[in-house]
């Protein structure tokens, strides 16, 4: 089955169990599969691949807020480091529980397994 085909199925499974879809389709991952990214929906997502994709991006956009010009300037570049990883593992494991959490309830196979 073709990707495209996949995820027609998964988003018209996900419409019927009643999931929000933006929650079974984020914009994170519209617009990584409007560029071509082989990303697989959250919803048949591992909860690691969760915690990366979810904490890494938020990190990252911690990140960049915690160093901008019109906050206060933050003293140690290593506290805006250490501030972007626990904020971003943090966020990470919290969005990676719930997604599961909707997997398990919703039977949603991996995405390897997705028929």
Request: proline share 8%; charged share 15%; net charge positive.
């Amino acid at each position: 089955m073709r990707r495209e085909e996949k995820l027609k199925s998964y988003l018209a499974q996900a419409e019927a169990l009643g999931i929000n879809r933006w929650q079974a389709a984020p914009p994170l991952h519209r617009l990584a599969w409007r560029l071509g990214i082989p990303l697989a929906p959250p919803l048949c997502m591992s909860f690691a691949g969760l915690t990366l994709l979810f904490g890494g991006m938020f990190g990252l956009a911690m990140y960049f807020v915690l160093n901008a010009p019109y906050w206060s300037p933050i003293e140690s570049p290593m506290a805006t480091v250490v501030g972007a990883i626990v904020g971003g593992v943090l966020y990470g494991l919290a969005m990676a529980a719930v997604f599961k959490s909707q997997q398990r309830n919703s039977r949603f196979p991996l995405w390897r397994d997705f028929q």
